[in-house]
């Protein structure tokens, strides 16, 4: 078993302090994006919202969430020491799984085989709409 990302939280609090972090970073990467599309002053002002700017935090965030990859062994002993709620996505039959645990305890998981780099982006993106969205 192995973790990659950094952002795991005991509080719903301590999630959206982290969020708000990477707003000026979110800022920045959508800023440098623009710039290297060659958007002119009228063009940058139509097109880059708020929404936008959210949407790149948002990524950001999510990207950075601490994931467990594991084989379903060590999946399952996880889950049997975790005392709150996994919602689980994929096929019982494959070997391998990655899951995220928020806060309040809720966790989410998936199962996966070989492409184990879209299943930690996949994951990402189901706990930041499962667990964080309504947080942050």
């Known amino acids: 078993m192995h973790t990659v990302g950094t952002f795991t939280f005991e509080s719903a609090a301590d999630a959206r302090t982290e969020y708000e972090s990477v707003g000026p970073a979110a800022q920045t990467v959508v800023r440098e994006v623009v710039k290297a599309m060659e958007f002119d002053r009228e063009e940058y002002d139509e097109r880059v919202t708020s929404d936008v700017v959210e949407t790149a935090r948002d ?7 601490e994931v467990r990859v594991g084989r379903r062994e060590e999946f399952a002993d996880w889950r049997d ?27 989410v998981a998936a199962t996966f085989q070989n492409e184990e780099e879209a299943a930690i982006a996949t994951l990402r993106r189901q706990a930041f709409g499962r667990l964080y969205r309504d947080i942050v």
Request: charged share 30%.
């Open 59 to 65: 990524a950001l965030f999510a990207s950075l969430l």
């Open 81 to 107: 020491d975790y005392d709150g709620e996994v919602t689980m996505a994929g096929h019982e039959d494959v070997d391998r799984v990655v899951w995220h645990a928020g806060p309040d305890d809720e966790a």
